[in-house]
Nanobody
Framework: QVQLVESGGGLVQAGGSLRLSCVAS????????VGWFRQAPGKEREGISC????????YYADSVKGRFTISRDNAKNTVSLEMNGLKPEDTGVYYC???????????????????????WGKGTLVTVSS
């Protein structure tokens, strides 16, 4: 079965850290550009960090730059998002997505329809309390 499954969400105090994981099954994730998207309450889902399949180049939204780190573990067919210095505005449902053809700027940049991306997970909830 082809799927992406996110894990690692939870409740954390402001300033804390979480590590999210996106595990793929049924396909090889290292051939795909992978992105983390966040949907905050009452807001549209936005791309916050993406990693390429070819050279592991990365993209970070300004709101998370310097605090979040995206990485791959091809042996585990996993992409992770290390989140440090969490703020209440980081609260939301975090989704991972994978696409075979998009580059990181296209995937995370907000100009490509998210519904056109190849695979999506169901999300994991992150709540940051103040």
């Amino acid at each position: 079965q082809v799927q992406l499954v996110e894990s690692g969400g939870g409740l954390v105090q402001a300033g804390g850290s979480l590590r999210l994981s996106c595990v793929a099954s049924g396909f090889t994730l290292d051939y795909f550009t992978v992105g983390w998207f966040r949907q905050a309450p009452g807001k549209e889902r936005e791309g916050i960090s993406c990693i390429s399949s070819s050279d592991d180049s990365t993209y970070y939204a300004d709101s998370v730059k310097g605090r979040f780190t995206i990485s791959r573990d091809n042996a585990k067919n996993t992409v992770s998002l290390e989140m440090n210095g969490l703020k209440p505005e980081d609260t939301g449902v975090y989704y991972c997505a994978a696409d075979y053809t998009l580059i990181v700027q296209a995937m995370c940049g907000g100009k490509i329809s998210q519904s056109s991306m190849d695979y999506w997970g169901k999300g994991t909830l992150v709540t940051v309390s103040s």
